[in-house]
């Protein structure tokens, strides 16, 4: 019987998602069969920030179809109104909360039959102290807002900015009724207490368990504090967004929590990107003893019906990648293959909904034969179709025949628009002008370098200008910078060049990394082999200038360091917060099939570190991307001050500093 | 006798300035003014964000001159050794976390025969729930840490992100032993309580009294708990960044707090710029009564000193525009001049700081005989002296004859260096050859625009060719990005053109600022008029294309709008979070003297909202620029997710919603 329910709940699923109407007959199907009681459906979303319109007319249309088939409640995630985050616009644009509150109190309205959890920003009373507003869930049962919960914990890392303009809530599960400002007593139903039966929390309120962690962030324990009340069923609205190795501690701990209390745990995550911040949904329900019994799809919406106490759920196969255990957490590999299923949806569904949400369906990229192109045209043409990325070869004189070739095998093989324009003209032009300004500068000024990067970023930059000129010419195209992690850190990119763009796709990959996914994306797209495999094969270089020692375009590695190394060093350096010393001292998995001398390991280092440091600018202007790896340099997840770049990351030892201060 | 404490301490300030030894006869005599005892030294320091190393050699330099002279106390700035913000760096990078304890524990060790108040990060113990650091002073005092007092209100709105990585401290002033992990028995002096005639407090600390705000953004007020204590004086130790109207607020605040408990209060204020940050020094005390009793220079670093006891101290004049009245707030005005001295000192502290702190030396810019570059231009020769700024005119074949000369006669009256250099080679080839790629790429998309902005931007990005040319070939040189904060709005920027630079000195100053701001600079600077009379006159445009209307360059009021009415859309949505319903309703100043009918202002403000929707991408990519005004588009300061494009400014009423629930 409900084996049928999930058959006919997948076809429901489809008329929501291309906007048609669900049959009556598979209404009566679904009401018949969850007619017995105690099932609540997840509906795991994927709302637009900050519109509330198209997200409430979403959730309006869930609630009604909850209705209609005679759910108890219907679960949406955290700011299910607002889309999460919305940042700081809450503070700037008050009037989106004021209609986030018409468009809940209209959701009340069409509320009959079934009870809805709706997240929403709730202003607070006008002479409160702290902040304005409470991050909050409604819950809407006959006509009403029959209750409101509250979240008490407000991460404030990484992507997280909730303590900006939310107030941490001081009483967990549902509100004293005088406190309920925002709306008229008549929104607000008389007898919340029929919903004790439920210990519901938002998103963090969950996350700090005092067994569970050997750390925790908070003093609070809101899960604690829901259970003294003796709840049957918890219920958790979340929008936590996939980073590298997330979900196997997120699994162990809502398992934990729903065994510890012998209580089963319903969570309900928002799906969809909202700019860096890709969110997987996975919704899921774990029983008394902390066992899974259901789990939504991961990177799409759904509406899974379970019912907690009956032990009625389905599980739906998690993204591969998103099972990534635990143990390797803490160890730097180069085995990537079990992160690439989970990296490639987490990108894709990064580029669709950054273009969807913001009116754009067309990319524009240079493809110059290289890894990093390569791997962005073919999520391009995956996220946005084919027809709707168009691929530039352009050739300078320093392009190799194989790379132009490589290129439009590529574009051949992934069936998107393709072309050559060579740069030749402008940067002969442009050069030959700013060899002229230069003679007039070098009157003044002195400092000119012997062996400048102008050349390089003279044909970077023409690129850009081709492809800026695209987007500026034909409608909803942007273009696309490609840049990879490895080279970000490095400064090793081109301003208002390679690192210029609308979107950057890959800028939290790390280029072994991106090796490693472009074989697996030559093996798992229905169409194999895409990627010619001399693009996997030839050293990445980007064919900029000539290297003097061999007179042959310069490899990047050359200019760097073996890449195995650096991605070592930036692992170690995002995941384990290792300094110079640290690094020096560890043996890093390169060593273990080349040997690397003291003095060679120090430069690098100290490469790295002088890199890094002039990077902190670029980083800062860097477009849009998919924040992907557990930390990143994304700039709304991680900031430096620019001018910190006299950092001296080495240290020195006590004796000196007594040295270096007695002689001040 | 305390007039010549002040002659000879501005001597001892010069001396510091210009890295001198201060002379033995001066130290003798300063001893002697001051050998009564409780004088306190304010030294309000300019430090670099992480350069650990830099800051404690500075401190140290203030404290073995504490020492000579016998000052009782020297009081340094929040996070002094650290420099405030230091952001997220802490946590991914601890090792300058430990650099900090190391330098903290050196500096403890020369202060001798005074005392030292030294702001640093402090780790936590590591089992300790919550974020891992405290903001923290330390007290040294004869070679050893005698105490330490913690912050306890962390601000995380704006630019302030504290409570990321910082745990508020449950405890007000000196802090229980036991806690203090970091150190070991030995570094810690055995009797604190001597320091209890001290109040001891961090910035935000004294900034929620309940009586003076008529709202508090916290619970706690560490002031009211400390003046429970009974102590003999305050100290706050500050890092307070410059905003529009914010200083009479502080003011008002810190007299407020002296008079109320009757305890004099000594504020000591960080100065310098850090990035996007400009804090402007200004420490004082307040007496008693709360009057005003001493007040150090305004974006100068000072060793003030004072005896808040004994009434001892010097008011220097604060920079015009920090006195601005707090009435003016809530008020939106053509009159700017009274904040230009200090919209000055704030974007010339911020470039400099920028510019010293990164090691560049040098600025190149465009330019064009409009108002933009050239109040950049005056701001970047005071700022890095005029043989340090260079100046380029790029005519194109719309650019005017008026236009270079302009720009020509104010490079000749600033004395910066000058050439000419036409873009029309590089524009004719750039557009030869993209018509040829756009000819290809129509042949496979459509939605060709039929006057499209390519022309326009063709030029804006030829322009900054040449300029990140130069900035490459010529070391320590950066292009700037000349885009003011009224244009940013309206997205009236080329991206890799006149709004991509390395830095950009006034992205927060709206247009009408600017043209009070030229008049001012005019009148103000040693060598008067500098900026020729037409560039003011003449209405702004970027001269990129020719207006079908008239056959002449387009101007820039004529595409947007009035630069008074586009003005002052900014000025009500930031700074009184008006919707659109609310500036329909409102009078605007504009309209006292042109009439405005409701289709025009409508036909306005939809265009107003509709450009700005689609600006926020160019905002997330802008270089880092000043703070200026009391609410900025800068990024560290305002975050909003670019797919938050969809928002509907205007909202809906309840009927309608109702409606289109209904339909859904």
């Known amino acids: 019987m409900t084996g049928n329910l999930y058959t006919l709940s997948e076809i429901v699923d489809k008329k929501f998602a291309h906007g048609e109407e669900v049959p ?34 979403k959730i309006a249309k869930y609630i009604k179809y909850a209705c209609k088939i005679g759910l108890d409640m219907i679960v949406f995630p955290e700011l299910a109104l607002m889309g999460y985050p919305i940042e700081d616009t ?20 069409i509320t009959i039959g079934t009870t809805a959890l709706v997240g929403f920003i709730e202003p607070r009373l006008a002479d409160s102290e702290g902040k304005k507003y409470f991050n909050s869930v409604g819950i809407l049962k006959d006509g009403k807002i029959a209750g409101i919960i509250r979240k008490s914990l407000l991460p404030n890392y ?26 008229d007593r008549q929104n607000i ?49 979340s929008a936590s967004p996939t980073r590298a190795k997330k979900e196997q501690l997120k699994h162990n701990m809502l398992s934990f929590i729903a065994n510890k209390y012998k209580t089963p745990i319903v969570y309900v995550n928002q799906v969809g990107a909202i700019d860096n911040s890709s969110f997987d949904g996975s919704s899921r329900v774990f029983d008394t003893n902390g066992n899974l019994i259901a789990r939504a799809k991961s990177f799409e ?14 599980i739906y196969p998690l993204t591969g990648g998103l099972d ?10 180069l085995e990537y293959e079990s992160d690439l299923e989970r990296t490639y949806k987490t990108i894709l569904q990064g580029i669709r909904d950054y273009f969807k949400k913001c009116g754009f369906k067309r990319a524009v990229l240079g493809l110059s034969g290289g890894l990093d192109s390569t791997v962005c045209a073919v999520l391009l043409a995956d996220a946005l179709g084919k027809e709707n990325v168009f691929g ?20 051949h093989n992934l069936g998107i628009n393709f072309t050559e324009a060579s740069i030749r003209p402008m940067v002969d032009t442009t050069t030959e002008c700013l060899n002229n300004l230069f003679k007039t500068v070098a009157e003044k000024w002195d400092g000119r370098y012997k062996a400048s990067f102008t050349p390089d970023n003279v044909q970077a930059r023409s690129r850009a200008m081709f492809l800026w000129g695209i987007s500026n010419e034909f409608s909803s195209c942007i273009p696309i910078a490609t840049s990879d992690k490895s080279e970000l850190y490095m400064g090793y990119a081109t301003i208002n060049g390679d690192m210029s763009g609308g979107f950057a796709p890959i800028a939290d990959v790390p280029k072994t990394k991106l090796f490693a996914f472009a074989r697996w994306l030559n093996n798992n797209r229905p169409e194999k082999n895409a990627i010619p495999e001399a693009i996997i094969l030839k050293k990445p270089g980007a064919e900029l200038a000539i290297d003097p020692k061999t007179g042959k375009p310069l490899i990047a590695e050359d200019a760097l360091m073996p890449y195995e190394f650096l991605d070592e060093i930036i692992w170690r350096i995002e995941n384990k917060n290792e300094g110079y010393q640290d690094l020096i001292n560890t043996k890093f998995v390169y060593e273990n099939h080349n040997p690397v001398s003291k003095e060679q390991k120090t430069e690098w280092l100290d ?8 990077a902190l600018y670029k980083w800062s202007i860097l477009p849009p991307s998919v924040i992907v790896e557990s930390r990143s340099i994304n700039k709304y997840d991680y900031r430096q001050p620019i001018t910190s770049s006299g950092i001296d990351y080495k240290g020195i030892n006590e004796a000196e500093i007594t040295k270096e201060l007695n002689s001040v």
């Open 24 to 57: 009556q007959n598979i209404i009566n199907s679904i009401k018949q069969i969850i007619s017995g009681g105690g099932f609540i459906g997840m509906a795991q979303i994927n709302p637009i920030a900050g519109n509330i319109e198209y997200n409430a007319k």
């Open 90 to 109: 809450i503070d700037r644009h008050p009037i989106i909360v004021d209609e986030n509150i018409k468009w809940l109190k209209g959701l009340a309205k």
């Open 158 to 183: 990484s992507e997280f900015n909730d303590y900006r303009y939310i107030e941490p809530s001081p009483v967990v599960g549902l509100q004293p009724a005088n406190t309920l400002g925002c709306f």
């Open 189 to 237: 139903a008389d007898s919340p207490k029929i919903f004790e039966k439920y210990g519901i929390s938002i998103c963090e309120d969950c996350w700090n368990n005092k067994e569970f962690f050997d750390k925790n962030l908070y003093e609070k324990d809101p899960i604690e504090e829901l259970a003294q009340e003796k709840p049957e069923i918890f219920i958790n609205c």
């Open 301 to 314: 919406e759904q509406l899974l019906i379970v019912n907690p106490l009956k032990n009625i759920g389905k």
């Open 324 to 333: 990534k255990s635990l143990t390797e957490q803490k160890i730097f590999t």
């Open 392 to 411: 530039i070869s352009m050739p300078s004189k320093l392009t190799s025949k194989e790379s132009k070739s490589d290129a439009e095998q590529l574009a």
């Open 607 to 614: 490469k790295f570190f002088r890199r890094m440091s002039t």
